[in-house]
């Protein structure tokens, strides 16, 4: 079994390599930046399973289920760290994808499904 050191570098291999560059943001209640930390993270868009039976006069999709507009994002947290980002990663920090200019919101953290590795993984939603 490979050691967690090996997961992690293999983690961030990956992510250097597929990646892009993102600005993760924290700002107070007021609107005032607390924290900025230019990183690279891996950005995808959630698959949504849109062959789901549905049935005359009910909704399609369960409430708070992911959109087409949400995204997957894989971020490691040293990166973080390391550009003075502070940890943990909460709902209502805001992404912006360098390349595109999009900015997402983050609504759910999973900071321990790629513990391991390093890696928090977390689910945002594009904002208008």
């Not at 597929?18 to 868009?45: H, I, K, N, P, W």
């Amino acid at each position: 079994m490979p050691s967690p050191a090996a997961i992690q570098a293999a983690h961030a291999r990956a992510i250097a390599a597929l990646g892009r560059a993102v600005t993760f943001r924290r700002s107070s209640a007021g609107g005032s930046d607390l924290a900025e930390a230019a990183v690279t993270a891996v950005v995808r868009r959630v698959r949504v399973n849109t062959t789901a039976a549905t049935q005359e006069g009910f909704l399609t999709t369960k409430p708070n289920a992911p959109s087409v507009a949400d995204r997957e994002v894989l971020v490691m947290s040293a990166d973080l760290a390391a550009a003075g980002f502070p940890l943990p990663v909460v709902k209502g920090d805001r992404i912006r994808i360098a390349d595109t200019g999009e900015w997402l919101q983050v609504d759910t953290v999973d900071d321990g499904k790629r513990y391991i590795a390093g890696c928090i993984e977390l689910t945002a939603k594009g904002l208008a």
